[in-house]
T-cell receptor, first 110, second 111 residues
Framework: DGGITQSPKYLFRKEGQNVTLSCEQNLNHDAMYWYRQDPGQGLRLIYYSQIVNDFQKGDIAEGYSVSREKKESFPLTVTSAQKNPTAYYLC?????????FGQGTRLTVV | LAKTTQPISMDSYEGQEVNITCSHNNIATNDYITWYQQFPSQGPRFIIQGYKTKVTNEVASLFIPADRKSSTLSLPRVSLSDTAVYYCLVGETYNFNKFYFGSGTKLNVKP
């Protein structure tokens, strides 16, 4: 799993509900990232964090929130303000110049 | 961050060598070039990285001309399992605050 675990693999939510996606890493790395991928598209950066208690917005942060209370955990909350939340969400950790990804969470909002 | 441009898709046959070119005209002096591979329903994984000339590992080769405004990922003797999306990224080695993935190149290997 490249030292990074995302759960659950599939998630279904009703429109208007907030949902939190889990991302955990066990290799004590500082930098972690959240991406969104839509069908047939590349990855777009939502948020990233370089150290505990600090995170930065990426290109498409609106409608999302994150926290980084512990080095090993970087959860992403998809809020009801996100207009089109159905997508494939990928979390990554960075070691030097390489990014290592989890298996992703496929979120479907109905 | 340097913008990258890649072909949207490519077709190949098993056993052929495949070359995927990435254009990065605004590459900075401290930027490195990195390629990732993504299979459906999986996160991207690192393939190769280089700064100039040629880099080779057990999976691929990376060719970078002297002006560094482009790079070519070379996959020798592809198989069906090499069907994937390939991304080219450009950025500073130790300042990879953001990994920007473009749309990538969808490689389709046929039997």
């Amino acid at each position: 799993d490249g030292g990074i675990t995302q759960s659950p693999k599939y998630l279904f939510r009703k429109e208007g509900q907030n949902v939190t996606l889990s991302c955990e890493q066990n290799l004590n790395h500082d930098a972690m990232y959240w991406y969104r991928q839509d069908p047939g598209q590349g990855l777009r950066l939502i948020y990233y964090s370089q150290i505990v208690n600090d995170f930065q917005k990426g290109d498409i942060a609106e409608g999302y929130s994150v926290s980084r209370e512990k080095k090993e955990s970087f959860p992403l909350t998809v809020t009801s303000a996100q207009k089109n939340p159905t997508a494939y969400y990928l979390c990554a950790r960075r070691m030097n110049t390489e990014a290592f990804f989890g298996q992703g969470t496929r979120l479907t909002v109905v | 961050l340097a913008k990258t441009t890649q072909p949207i898709s490519m077709d190949s046959y098993e056993g052929q060598e495949v070359n995927i070119t990435c254009s990065h005209n605004n590459i900075a002096t401290n930027d490195y070039i990195t390629w990732y591979q993504q299979f459906p329903s999986q996160g991207p994984r690192f393939i190769i990285q280089g700064y100039k000339t040629k880099v080779t590992n057990e999976v691929a080769s990376l060719f970078i001309p002297a002006d560094r405004k482009s790079s070519t990922l070379s996959l020798p003797r592809v198989s069906l399992s090499d069907t994937a999306v390939y991304y080219c990224l450009v950025g500073e080695t130790y300042n990879f605050n953001k990994f920007y993935f473009g749309s990538g190149t969808k490689l389709n290997v046929k039997p």
